[in-house]
Nanobody, 115 residues
Framework: QVQLVESGGGWVQAGGSLRLSCTASGIILRINTMGWYRQAPGKQRELVATVARGDSTNYANSVTGRFTISRDNAKNTVYLQMNNLKPEDTAVYYC?????????WGQGTQVTVSS
C-alpha cells in the first residue's frame, strides 16, 4: 500500500509562482515514475509533468518553459515548481505514482490563479 500526501497549493496572482510537493510512503519500488496531473472544473484530468527515477522528464506543451518537475529519491518526494502562472492553470493538482502495474493518486491540492 502506498500513500501520497500533497502540499503547496494556494492562491496566486497571474505571473506568480507556487511550488507543489508530494511525498510517498509505504512500499516504494526502485523503478517508478512520479508525476503531476490536473483537473479543472468541467474538464478531464490531464498530464502536467512526469519524472522517472532516472530523472527523465515529460511535460505538457502548455506548461513547458514555465513548470519544472524534480524528485528527491531519498525522500520519495516529487516537486513541481510553477512559474509565470496563468489563470488557465487553475485546477486541482494531483500527484501520481506508477510502479510496475500499480497506480496511486494523491488527494489533490487546489491551485487558483487570478487575473
Amino acid at each position: 500500500q502506498v500513500q501520497l500526501v500533497e502540499s503547496g497549493g494556494g492562491w496566486v496572482q497571474a505571473g506568480g509562482s507556487l511550488r507543489l510537493s508530494c511525498t510517498a510512503s509505504g512500499i516504494i519500488l526502485r523503478i517508478n515514475t512520479m508525476g503531476w496531473y490536473r483537473q479543472a472544473p468541467g474538464k478531464q484530468r490531464e498530464l502536467v509533468a512526469t519524472v522517472a527515477r532516472g530523472d527523465s522528464t515529460n511535460y505538457a506543451n502548455s506548461v513547458t518553459g514555465r513548470f519544472t518537475i524534480s524528485r528527491d529519491n531519498a525522500k520519495n518526494t516529487v516537486y513541481l515548481q510553477m512559474n509565470n502562472l496563468k489563470p488557465e492553470d487553475t485546477a486541482v493538482y494531483y500527484c501520481r505514482l506508477q510502479q510496475v502495474l500499480e497506480n496511486y493518486w494523491g488527494q489533490g491540492t487546489q491551485v487558483t490563479v487570478s487575473s
